[in-house]
């Protein structure tokens, strides 16, 4: 099991939004984009990378889809006091 994640998300206000961005993703370079466009995060900027962090360190429904996710595919709808995130795994450490 991994003790690190490293993950990209894009934060918006409405799971319909969520929805919707997540047909046009297809790739790392399509999330960055959207991320950068669509985020409602400052981490937007950077195409939604968060960077490497642990379990305990992200509220419990982001922490648990990003923990659970597979490299490269984009999460369903996971929503948060924050909002509605799209999450992608990038690397498992």
Same mark, same amino acid.
């Given at each position: 099991?991994?003790?690190?994640?490293?993950?990209?998300?894009?934060?918006?206000?409405?799971?319909?939004?969520?929805?919707?961005?997540?047909?046009?993703?297809?790739?790392?370079?399509? !999330?960055?984009?959207?991320?950068?466009?669509? #985020?409602?995060?400052?981490?937007?900027?950077? &195409?939604?990378? @968060?960077?490497?962090?642990?379990?305990?360190?992200?509220?419990?429904?982001?922490?648990?889809?990003? !923990?659970?996710?597979?490299?490269?595919?984009? #999460?369903?709808?996971?929503?948060?006091?924050? &909002?509605?995130? @799209?999450?992608?795994?990038?690397?498992?450490?």
């Amino acid at each position: 099991m991994a003790d690190e994640v490293r993950a990209s998300h894009i934060l918006v206000d409405t799971k319909e939004e969520a929805l919707e961005l997540k047909e046009n993703i297809t790739s790392l370079e399509d !999330f960055a984009r959207a991320a950068a466009e669509y #985020s409602n995060c400052p981490s937007g900027a950077e &195409g939604g990378d @968060l960077g490497y962090f642990g379990r305990g360190m992200m509220v419990k429904p982001f922490e648990d889809a990003a !923990f659970s996710l597979p490299v490269g595919v984009v #999460s369903d709808p996971v929503e948060t006091q924050f &909002g509605w995130h @799209l999450i992608m795994v990038t690397d498992k450490d």
